[in-house]
């Protein structure tokens, strides 16, 4: 049954789908459940009695350990006050690797701090066997000046040209605001978000299981990535927009042979291992310190091997113009 649900999004409720998947056959599993907070869905009510809700989850973050190899990696998505739950949960069955911050302003809730985060709790099957890349993002900089934000003091020859290693806080991937953007959908998260998922724990032809699929975010940052995919989603109608965005989508979110991941014309994650080779396609300010004001800038020259094909996503970048 497996085999029939690679690469698909499949109708149906979560529970019972996870019954056709066997134990450890999994690279990653994806998490992004209903919130609990009178949403509007178009098939599920999502406003469960709390230890209604809690039960339940408790069910389908069980199965996703379970299909889970042990070389892979459990992510949830949630607001905090869920994902403190989730977590006295997971601690009994896998194991704590981050809880990671995104910074991403939500409603004012009333007497109460102004939520600013959504929490994405990472956690290993197996903590000996974890596959994990450090990743990249781009400088921060400021919009007037082109300055670095940060003052890295007498440190700025020890820069990396592209950018920083990614901490658990992540303050650069902003939540879908514009409806242009947007499906008929709540709460679709943003493509690179998953993208850095995927990228930082699993390898080209990996397996990436969402069980609450929505509008298909995760299978689409997973085939953009060369990865396999497998999506459950109740509603009927998020299924066909999926299905109809995943028939426009290409592996093909890479330069070279390197997979990155872009937003818009901009890549915002490299994998640390792989910018030895990604370096090639750019020229770098020496000296490094000047990184300070000036960006790593695109090479004119063609790099060896270049071959026209790869123009569909070269085009991305300002690249050899
Ligand atoms: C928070 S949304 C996921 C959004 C998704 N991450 C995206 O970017 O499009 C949760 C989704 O879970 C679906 N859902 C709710 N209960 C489900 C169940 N029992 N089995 C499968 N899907 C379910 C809802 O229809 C909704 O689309």
Not at 19 to 44: C, G, M, R, W
Not at 294 to 312: M, Q, V
Request: net charge neutral; charged share 25%; hydrophobic share 35%.
């Amino acid at each position: 049954m497996m085999k029939n649900y690679l690469n698909q999004i499949i109708q149906g409720d979560c529970l019972t789908l996870f019954q056709n998947i066997p134990d450890n056959s999994v690279d990653i599993t994806f998490a992004d459940p209903p919130f609990n907070l009178k949403k509007k869905y178009n098939s599920t009510k999502d406003s469960l009695a709390l230890q209604e809700y809690l039960n339940w989850c408790e069910l389908w973050i069980g199965e996703m350990v379970r299909v889970t190899k042990p070389t892979g990696s459990i992510f949830l998505h949630n607001i905090p006050k869920w994902l403190t739950y989730y977590s006295a949960f997971l601690n009994k069955i896998a194991h704590f690797k981050h809880w990671i911050s995104w910074d991403a302003p939500t409603s004012p809730m009333g007497k109460s701090l102004q939520p600013a985060h959504y929490g994405i709790l990472f956690y290993a099957k197996d903590p000996a066997q974890t596959k994990f890349y450090e990743i990249r993002y781009p400088h921060k900089r400021c919009r007037k000046c082109n300055y670095l934000h940060k003052d890295y003091g007498g440190k700025k020859a020890g820069l990396h040209p592209f950018g920083p290693l990614m901490s658990d806080v992540w303050t650069d991937i902003h939540r879908i605001k514009h409806n242009k953007y947007r499906d008929e959908h709540p709460c679709q998260l943003p493509i690179h978000l998953l993208e850095r998922i995927i990228l930082m724990s699993t390898d080209e032809n990996d397996i990436v299981l969402d069980p609450f699929s929505g509008t298909g975010t995760t299978a689409i940052a997973a085939k953009r990535l060369g990865r396999k995919y497998i999506g459950f989603e109740l509603d009927d109608e998020y299924v066909r927009i999926s299905e109809s965005k995943l028939l426009q989508e290409e592996a093909d979110s890479k330069i070279d042979n390197i997979w990155v991941s872009f937003y818009l014309d901009e890549i915002t994650t490299v994998r640390n291992i792989d910018w030895a080779q990604l370096s090639q396609y750019y020229d770098i300010p020496e000296p490094i310190e000047d990184i300070d004001f000036t960006e790593i800038a695109p090479s004119n020259g063609k790099p060896n091997g270049y071959a026209p094909n790869r123009d569909k996503i070269l085009g991305k970048l300002p690249l050899f113009s």
